[in-house]
């Protein structure tokens, strides 16, 4: 089965502070995604990864960064956290599929609750 | 840009009796892939179902099929038979199959299965 690990499943930290949250993928997919959940919004792209040191921004980067050094790894950087940030973080990745593959299916991880007080 | 809309936050149902979740779409492009994940208080998003949209015939999965409407932009989806573990977040997703396999995903409907 394909797994999507997030490192932290609840995370408090205070205002100001530089935030790491941490997903891993096992099947070597080559794209991976960072969604913020907030209630009545669903989910918002923040950011993902097609490759190796690639990014790309999505519909809400302001206040974030990212790190994809490795395939299987791709974090998410609150440089300074502000309370505004607080929200349930979800990490997905997916293989890339050409049109007719049906290998489109994104996995998603548990999702990390940050809370900044 | 695509938007997807689900206009109900919230619904309710009977256990065994059935359904229907609402989403609807806006898109400019013909190659694109529409989905229904769940997501259940234990918050491990879970794929439902998936249509392509090249394809006429609607999708089915067990208890829970589709009514796509692509001239109206609209994606539903049927729960049969109702369980208690159906309860949780249902989000509409929408995939450009051309834009590197992001998703735009609904605002989401709470569903609440009672006994």
């Known amino acids: ?117 | 840009a695509q938007t997807v809309t689900q206009s109900q936050p919230e619904m309710s149902v009977q256990e065994a009796e059935t359904v229907t979740l609402s989403c609807t779409y806006d898109t400019s492009e013909n190659n694109y892939y529409l989905f229904w994940y769940k997501q259940p208080p234990s918050r491990q998003m879970i794929l439902v179902i998936r249509q392509e949209a090249y394809k006429q015939q609607n999708a089915t999965e067990n208890r829970f099929s589709v009514n796509f409407q692509k001239a109206a932009k609209s994606f539903s989806l049927k729960i049969s038979d109702s369980q208690l573990g159906d309860t949780a977040m249902y989000f509409c997703a929408f995939m450009n199959g051309n834009a590197g396999n992001m998703l735009t995903f609904g605002g989401g409907t709470r569903l609440m299965v009672k006994p």
């Not at chain 1, 040191?53 to 440089?79: A, C, H, N, Q, T």
């Not at chain 1, 489109?104 to 007080?117: H, I, S, Y």
């Open chain 1, 1 to 117: 089965d394909v797994k999507v690990t997030q490192s932290s499943r609840y995370l408090v930290k205070r205002t100001g502070e530089k935030v790491f949250l941490e997903c891993v993928q096992d099947m070597d997919h080559e794209n991976m995604f960072w969604y913020r959940q907030d209630p009545g919004l669903g989910l918002r792209l923040i950011y993902f990864s097609y490759d190796v040191k690639m990014k790309e921004k999505g519909d809400i980067p302001e206040g974030y960064s990212v790190s994809r050094e490795k395939k299987e790894r791709f974090s998410l950087i609150l440089e300074s956290a502000s309370t505004n940030q607080t929200s349930m973080y979800l990490c997905a990745s997916s293989p890339t599929g050409a049109f007719g593959i049906l290998n489109t299916e994104a996995f998603f991880g548990q999702g990390t609750r940050l809370t900044v007080v």
